[in-house]
């Protein structure tokens, strides 16, 4: 499994966009990369999945550049509520014997 | 939407006692997966279950662990002899057939939290 870098923790005001990048220089051919949300005392619950250039959902928004070795993770004018854990993790997206495996995350704090 | 329900949401219990954690996954999954995650730390990997058996597990998951689907519905983690660091909060998740868009989104339970005292 591809290892990821992201960073360890962000702040952002209320109304902004926020822009969480993730590095994945060893991603395979085959990976797809996709973001968790995990708010305190929760499970993680799925945000996006993309494979290369741009997805976009009623969410968030996923930039994967050509050469796919990072991906930034978009939300747009974050609220109080969007204060979580971001997860970037990277693989193949059939789950089934393929576990997720999640790194440290990125602890977003967003403030009034 | 559907969701991954787990009880009980809280389990204390005395070091050396049998715990079971308890999932209803949702109905049409196939793959069903547990997690833990120790207070402040990152989500980590247990086991996964399909067709009836483990397909992976990891090192924490060695022979005090144990899975079980017993009914078709629910699916069990129970921890045999329970010991201070088990302490953690246990997410149960499953997912769809791992084919096609939507198939590929786990859906996580919220959890239980395991205290072991």
């Known amino acids: 499994l591809a290892k990821t870098t992201q960073p360890i923790s962000m702040d952002s005001y209320e109304g902004q966009e926020v822009n969480i990048t993730c590095s994945h220089n060893?991603?395979?051919?085959?990976?797809?990369i996709t973001w968790y949300q995990q708010f305190p005392s929760q499970g993680p619950r799925f945000i996006i999945q993309?494979?290369?250039t741009k997805v976009t959902n009623e969410v968030a928004s996923l930039f994967i550049p050509a050469d796919r070795k990072s991906s930034t993770l978009s939300l747009p004018r974050v609220s109080l509520s969007d204060t979580a854990v971001y997860y970037c993790l990277v693989g193949v997206p059939l789950g089934g014997n393929t576990p997720l495996v999640f790194g440290k995350g990125t602890r977003l704090s967003v403030i009034a | 939407e559907p969701e991954v329900t787990q009880t009980p949401s809280h389990q204390v219990t005395q070091m050396g006692q049998e715990v079971i954690l308890r999932c209803v996954p949702i109905s049409n999954h196939l793959y069903f997966y547990w997690y833990r995650q120790i207070l402040g730390q990152k989500v980590e990997f247990l086991v996964s279950?399909?067709?009836?058996?483990?397909?992976?597990k990891s090192e924490i998951f060695d022979d005090q662990f144990s899975v079980e689907r017993p009914d078709g519905s629910n699916f069990t983690l129970k921890i045999r002899s329970t010991k201070l660091e088990d302490s953690a909060m246990y997410f149960c998740?499953?997912?769809?057939?791992?084919?096609?868009?939507?198939?590929?989104?786990?859906?996580f339970g919220q959890g239980t939290r395991l205290t072991v005292v």
């Open positions: 998740a499953s997912m769809g057939t791992g084919e096609g868009k939507r198939n590929t989104e786990a859906f």
């Open positions: 993309g494979y290369k």
């Open positions: 279950f399909y067709n009836n058996e483990i397909s992976e």
């Open positions: 060893n991603i395979a051919t085959n990976d797809y």
